[in-house]
């Protein structure tokens, strides 16, 4: 029989295919459509802080005559509801499933982050994913001031929380390798999810205006973090999802072979619908049948950067296929 189970947090997963965090993890109706479907894991929709300062700021300015004691009426009540709804939606999963529901949190403040992560913890989530990608646009920090931000903020978070943790990173960093280990070194992270799929900005050249670019990733993007998957995994003892361009089980079984234990969908489910979980499984068993692989264990790894594949991994130029072009 072929077995799909994998190991990701120290949690036993059925499969290694996890519904990342986004809008159709955040209401339970839509949890239950995609649970009948048996993913691995469930990452929750976050709980962005600022968001909630947002919701708050709204409001407090379509009511202008407000008394100071009702703005802060209003900012607690706001923040509390929306806390509470996030602590029932946990809760609420794990009634209907014995599938592994991760919490997923963003925050500003070292006190909010702890305060949030200690409600989730109490409310019963299996493990917290650390939405805390910083992008270093600000020309007066050093890399290693970036760096620490995410050193005090794990520590912090470890401090007061014994639930998993994972680190949803930014691929931006000038020795990403290196920050990595530095940080499974420590102990106070279970695994990394590489990487975060940031809002991008484009620019209408007709309106000549600022908007959005694609929401969606492009089944095409799933190479920046198979790169990095495999060079990481085989060099750092902490565990690795990937995410980012994750739209079939082909793409899933190459992040498994550069040494990923477990993978993020969204775009995918968004565009074709949680059955699209089911038909990933099939086809991955398929494969598995093909190859003679009885269980992901004998295929986990076996492509990452290892001294024979390194260079594959490595090379940063593209001499083989452009060297002779003019």
């Known amino acids: 029989m072929t077995n799909l189970e994998t190991s990701y947090l120290g949690l036993k997963l059925k499969n290694p295919i996890i519904v990342g965090s986004c809008g159709l993890t955040g209401n339970l109706e839509s949890i239950k459509r995609i649970v009948v479907h048996e993913p691995g894991a469930i990452v929750l929709k976050s709980l962005f802080e600022e968001q909630i300062n947002a919701d708050i700021n709204k409001n407090i300015l379509q009511n202008t005559e407000l008394s100071a004691e009702a703005e802060t009426y209003i900012s607690s009540h706001i923040a ?12 609420e999963c794990k009634k209907i499933t014995d599938i592994p529901i991760i919490a997923s949190i963003h925050c500003t403040d070292v006190d909010e982050w702890i305060s949030y992560a200690k409600k989730i913890e109490s409310a019963g989530a299996d493990a917290l994913e650390v939405n805390a990608s910083i992008l270093p646009f600000d020309e007066k920090l050093q890399s290693t001031e970036i760096e620490e931000q995410y050193f005090h903020l794990l520590e912090q978070l470890r401090e007061h929380v014994s639930l998993p943790i994972a680190l949803k990173m930014s691929y931006y960093s000038s020795s990403l390798t290196h920050f990595l280990q530095k940080l499974s070194w420590t102990g106070h992270v279970q695994g990394f999810v590489l990487f975060n799929r940031f809002y ?4 209408n050249i007709q309106t000549q205006e600022i908007g959005v670019s694609n929401i969606f990733s492009s089944a095409q993007e799933y190479t920046l973090p198979l790169r990095w ?24 079984i190459k992040m498994i072979l ?10 995918c489910v968004y565009q074709q619908g949680p059955e699209i979980i089911s038909n990933i499984k099939k ?6 049948k093909t190859h003679q692989y009885k269980s992901i264990n004998d295929f986990y790894g076996k492509l990452s ?4 594949t390194h260079i594959l991994f490595e090379r940063n ?10």
């Open 258 to 267: 550069a040494g990923a234990n477990a993978t993020q969908i969204v775009s």
């Open 305 to 308: 950067a290892s001294k024979e």
């Open 283 to 288: 086809s991955m068993i398929a494969w598995m």
């Open 80 to 91: 509390h509801k929306n806390i509470s709804d996030y602590l029932t939606l946990i809760k």
């Open 200 to 203: 991008n900005p484009d620019i």
């Open 229 to 252: 998957v495999a060079i990481c995994s085989a060099k750092i003892e902490t565990d690795v999802c990937a995410s980012t361009g994750i739209h079939n089980a082909d793409t899933i």
């Open 317 to 326: 130029q593209f001499m083989k296929y452009y060297g002779s072009v003019e």
